[in-house]
């Protein structure tokens, strides 16, 4: 055998678990930072937990990953070929995992706007219940509406077509002011300081107890600078979007490494096997 070939094919194994393990590593980092509070809320707008579920399987395979890449460098260093094997088919079936999280990512953004445009204005016309409601269906507008900083589904307008402005529940009593409103508070535009006080859920309650003066702004006739006067359609689909490619291109990308690494691992068994061969043919020639 040339162990200079080897050699080399060994310490390429080990650098790319190395690479392995960066990549185990950024996977999990965009997984926790995707599925943190404020985003978890918007991500629930579509009405599934998809994106969610994406972005915890991302991080599933990122602990996988390191996994892998720690037994893997263990077992080059130390010409494991159990270990090397076992590793090298468990990367096979990451990229395989990974593959379809990937196709689904660029599938699920395909038609976004489409999906998104019903499920907005279903949840506006019909189910919006207002700024106190627990409803996960309100809650995901307001923080839509609040941290996109947009109102409505195509503009502000859109507003005196629901359920919720018709039947007379817009009307807001704060601290003995009482507001007639045919858009929601969420729609006001507050300060950056106070946007990260905001609690998803738990609007209403922010505003009564302490910026009632967000509310004393937002509702002189329109047009008003203090409020978000553009709809929630766009901003929501190139949201979640973005996030779509970011989790499908985290997943795509982290194939390449899983190729070099599990070439490197088929030549390093492979040159050992032909080893192998050579030193049989050898001592039964010496027989």
């Given amino acids: 055998m040339n162990y200079r070939y080897y050699r080399s094919i060994k310490y390429l194994l080990i650098f790319s678990n190395c690479l392995v393990l960066l990549t ?43 996994t892998i890449s720690l037994a893997g460098c263990c077992a080059a260093m130390g010409e494991n070929k159990i270990i090397t094997t076992i590793c090298a088919g468990f990367i096979g079936l990451l990229a395989i995992m990974q593959t379809v999280v990937a196709i689904l990512c660029f599938v699920a953004s395909a038609d976004l706007e489409l999906t998104l445009g019903i499920r907005l204005n279903t949840i506006l016309r019909e189910t ?54 045919n858009y929601p508070s969420s729609c006001c535009a507050l300060d950056e300081t106070l946007s990260e006080n905001v609690i998803p859920g738990n609007y209403s309650e922010f ?15 329109l047009p008003n600078p203090f409020v978000y006067m553009d709809g929630c359609l766009t901003r929501t689909a190139d949201f979640l979007r973005y996030h ?14 899983y190729v070099i690494n599990f070439s490197g691992a088929v030549c390093l068994l492979s040159l050992d096997f032909f080893h192998s061969i050579v030193n049989c043919n050898i001592q039964e020639k010496q027989r």
């Fill in 244 to 257: 779509l490619y970011q989790l499908g291109g985290s997943n795509a990308a982290s194939l390449i490494i």
């Fill in 24 to 66: 185990g590593l950024c996977l999990m980092t965009i997984g926790i930072v995707m599925n943190d509070d404020y985003k978890s809320y918007i991500f629930d707008i579509l009405g599934t937990r998809l994106i969610f579920n994406l972005g915890a399987t991302t991080i599933a395979f990122g602990c996988f990953a390191v």
């Fill in 128 to 181: 919006y219940q207002g700024e106190s409601s627990n409803d996960v269906s309100t809650v995901a507008f307001d923080s839509v509406q609040i941290y996109l900083q947009c109102c409505g589904v195509d503009n502000i307008t859109d507003w005196e077509l629901s359920r919720w402005y018709r039947n007379g529940l817009s009307e807001l009593s704060v601290a003995g002011v009482t507001f007639t409103r």
């Fill in 207 to 221: 505003i009564s107890n302490r910026n009632l003066f967000v509310l004393e702004r937002c509702y002189p006739p």
